[in-house]
């Protein structure tokens, strides 16, 4: 099914030229619309070379500016929560949602201060074909990259995208002269709900606490399954007493769970370990000592805070 583009302030839908067509052709034929065809080949063969959703929508839009004049553009795609937004956006607009094999690729916005021409939006949806497949592709890429770095089960990142960022988070609160705060955490009573009750109730409980621990810290922090039942926390710009205001939180939530929906009579509980970053830490110095607070938070008796 070819590629098309609709008119989202009418009724009209404008059906592009199917892929194959975006080819340089060796029949003989009209030269203007050979010319055209070269354009959107041309075109997009730069877009192709681009990965980044934005900077993709950005050089199409700088590329098309000789053929359509324009003061600003709106780019959305609510599937992934990309929205970008450049120059001026109040004035006579046409807006085309941009789809392939009826998957909504997302919708693009284009913004003149004076009306669009005829012309003018034929030659905008010509090019618009241009856009379709880099689009695409740089949306499967980032849907991609964001699954290799999410734990499937409870929604976090996961350890590979710990190892990945984490590390330059310490990095930079060093480099800033930030407080970061470093919480290793590990349930307390799990391994009974899962040799009593089965992996599948414990997946269950898994995915609880993982959204509540999502609901504690702040956007800005970063919280990982490093795997099993065991989580990893970077709170930036965060001293000792915020550190353990957090991690107090976490803890009486956990232990406030409620699991009789899960057909449950065990309890869920969690130790954590903390410590601050240190101007002479890595991460591995760093994560070595929260890990070592949270042994000695099991060690002490479980379901509580450990400062090392």
């Known amino acids: 099914m070819s590629p098309t583009t609709q008119l989202a302030k009418s009724e009209k839908s404008v059906a592009q030229m199917p892929a194959q067509v975006i080819a340089l052709d060796s029949r003989e034929g009209a030269p203007a619309n050979h010319d055209k065809y070269l354009r959107v080949l041309q075109l997009s063969d730069l877009l192709s070379r681009n990965l980044i959703v934005s900077q993709i ?3 199409f839009m700088l590329e098309i500016a000789n053929d359509i004049e324009h003061c600003g553009f709106r780019f959305i795609c609510s599937d992934t929560d990309i929205s970008i937004e450049k120059g001026q956006c109040e004035g006579t607009s046409v807006n085309y949602r941009l789809t392939i094999q009826n998957r909504l690729l997302g919708e ?6 004076r009306s669009f021409k005829e012309q003018e939006l034929s030659d ?5 074909c241009a856009l379709i497949y880099p689009l ?9 990259l964001k699954s290799a770095y999410r734990d499937p089960l409870t929604g976090l990142n996961n350890r590979t995208s710990m190892e ?3 590390p330059r988070e310490i990095d930079l609160a060093k480099r800033h002269k930030q407080s970061m705060a470093l919480m290793v955490m590990d349930l307390d009573g799990f391994k009974q709900i899962n040799d009593q009750h089965g992996h599948d109730i414990g997946d269950q409980v898994l995915r609880k606490v993982g959204q509540v621990i999502s609901q504690v810290i702040r956007n800005t922090d970063l919280v990982y399954r490093y795997g099993g039942d065991e989580f990893v ?11 353990i205001d957090v991690c107090e939180r ?3 939530s956990i232990d406030d769970l409620k699991l009789d929906n899960y057909d449950i009579s065990g309890h869920v509980q969690v130790s954590i370990g903390i410590t601050l970053v240190r101007e002479s830490d890595n991460f591995i110095s760093a994560f070595k000592r929260a890990d070592k607070a949270l042994y000695r938070a099991k060690v002490n008796g479980k379901n509580q805070i450990i400062i090392c």
């Open 136 to 144: 695409k592709n740089s949306l499967m890429y980032r849907i991609a």
């Open 233 to 243: 926390g970077g709170l930036a710009q965060t001293d000792i007493h915020g550190a």
């Open 124 to 128: 905008l949806e010509n090019l618009l």
């Open 57 to 59: 929508i950005e050089t």
């Open 108 to 113: 693009l916005t284009v913004v003149k201060q």
């Open 164 to 166: 990945k960022y984490l």
């Open 250 to 252: 976490i803890r009486t």
